[in-house]
């Protein structure tokens, strides 16, 4: 397989990879114990024979620190592992709610202004501007998220090099 950096790579939060191998789950995750243990100054890591992640070993911990989860599952006798690049699951789904959380507000807001300016009521005046308060927080909570995919690009880097290193030697070809 010809791994090279695309404009999806260059967008996607959390990009992903699907590869075959003859090696059965048992023999994956031992040889993949193999190459953490090899590199322990680097990566730090939990790893079973069916699902896997891998964390780049820093000094410091912020709060977008990438992660590569494999999973490896059967189809048709031939092993599949698929992984995903990212943040921890925690990070990721703290940063979804907060865009559920304040594009619901919004909606609620901006749906109070629009009523109450067809109506002719001024029960919320204040409904306006806290429609655009929420558009700051959705855009603020945009700015932490890139910031923290920028803070974290090295060891995205790095993450990537450890599956193109431990796993792509494996790759059954076709």
């Known amino acids: 397989m010809e791994t090279q950096e695309s404009t999806l790579d260059k ?16 023999e994956y995750a031992e040889n993949l114990k193999k190459y953490l243990t090899e590199h322990k ?23 977008w620190k990438p992660c590569l989860s494999l999973r490896t599952e059967m189809d048709d006798g031939v092993t599949v592992i698929r992984g995903v690049f990212g943040p921890s699951s925690a990070v990721w789904t703290f940063f979804m709610f907060l865009y559920f959380l304040f594009s619901i507000m919004w909606m609620t807001f901006f749906t109070m202004y629009y009523v109450e300016s067809q109506i002719n009521s001024h029960e919320f005046p204040w409904a306006l ?8 927080l959705i855009a603020t909570t945009y700015a932490a ?30």
């Open 11 to 26: 967008i996607r939060n959390r990009p992903r990879f699907k590869m075959f191998t003859h090696l059965s789950k048992e």
């Open 41 to 63: 100054d680097e990566f730090r890591g939990n790893i079973n024979k069916e699902m896997a992640t891998i964390t780049v070993f820093t000094k410091e911990d912020n709060y």
């Open 129 to 136: 501007n806290a429609s655009f308060v929420m558009l700051l």
């Open 145 to 174: 998220a890139r910031f923290g995919q920028h803070k974290a690009k090295d060891e995205m880097q790095k993450l990537r090099n450890f599956a193109e290193d431990s796993t792509l030697k494996f790759e059954k070809n076709n």
